[in-house]
């Protein structure tokens, strides 16, 4: 049986290595804790159907690599994206310190109209603690970014974050902001009622599996 979803997303994870981008994404979909992660060389993926707002989105999830000679390569999957997480670790000040190359890079390359919601990761660690939770709330609202902290290894926020970036995706949808039509939007149709729906007088859109925005 083949899944059935309204849109699909092409989602970005992105930051500095050894924030925990990758068990970030192994508990959302897995709904359990990486032990054994290593550094992700170049990107790698996964998918998950979420459920909001009575409609059902096929969330496609690039987990790109933090390394500096890995950002070349990694680059040039921000095209097309619809929403990214820009994770640091709050247990270290220096994966705090990157956050605006990386925010610089998704803005550019992505889309100006790219979701971007700033994860604070490992807050498990809070007796190891580098970043205040009000200091990053400061840059997340400087710089107009949802935020959330979040455990990977606890599970935390992490479904949560997940969602609220997807949240405020289809609000911009509804509201008009975001346009799925628009090459490089990084959206999709997967049920053509819907395309009907939101679009009178379109063409049906097809069930596309792969996200060529």
Known sequence: MSESYDYLFKFLVIGNAGVGKSCLLHQFIEHKFKQDSNHTIGVEF???????????????????AGQERFRSVTRSYYRGAAGALLVYDISSRETYNALTNWLTDARTLASPNIVIVLVGNKKDLESDREVT?????????ENELAFLETSA???????????KCTRSILTKIDAGELDPDRVGSGIQYGNATVRRVTQPGQKEGGNKEKCSC
Not at 46 to 55: C, F, T
């Open 46 to 64: 996964g998918s998950k159907v979420v459920s909001l707002a009575n409609k059902s989105v096929k969330l496609q999830v690039w987990d790109t």
């Open 133 to 141: 939770f009000m200091e990053a709330s400061r840059f997340a609202q």
């Open 153 to 163: 290894l606890t599970g935390e926020n992490v479904e949560e974050v997940f969602q």
